[in-house]
Nanobody, 124 residues
Framework: QVQLVESGGGLVQAGGSLRLSCAAS????????MGWFRQAPGKEREFVAA????????SYADSVKGRFSLSRDNAKNTVYLQMNSLKPEDTAGYYC?????????????????WGQGTRVTVST
């Protein structure tokens, strides 16, 4: 059983930055593709970014490309989502996800483990 704990959410003005962290425990971290999803009130959970087991391969939703950057430190069992140039439409609960595998592909249906989420609010 893998446990995922997110941190780093908060309130930020539009144009600002935040870095989210997701610490994993209870499994072999390098065996998992890691990802982030977000869910705004009244909307479905949507994919944000994913990173492969090695950290060399990443994928991003079109809405965050060029603004968000995902990285991982396998020695620390942690994945980081750097969010720059934040917009009010980025406001959501952000959820860390893990899928056993290699390629930087993850969906809500293929996720094996979820974190509890951390809230990001971007004000105008």
């Amino acid at each position: 059983q893998v446990q995922l704990v997110e941190s780093g959410g908060g309130l930020v003005q539009a144009g600002g930055s935040l870095r989210l962290s997701c610490a994993a425990s209870g499994g072999t971290f390098s065996s998992y593709v890691m990802g982030w999803f977000r869910q705004a009130p009244g909307k479905e959970r949507e994919f944000v970014a994913a990173i492969d087991w090695s950290g060399r391969g990443t994928s991003y939703a079109d809405s965050v490309k060029g603004r968000f950057s995902l990285s991982r430190d396998n020695a620390k069992n942690t994945v980081y989502l750097q969010m720059n140039s934040l917009k009010p439409e980025d406001t959501a609960g952000y959820y860390c996800a893990a899928r056993r595998g290699m390629a930087a592909i993850i969906t809500t249906s293929t996720t094996d483990y979820w974190g509890q989420g951390t809230r990001v609010t971007v004000s105008t």
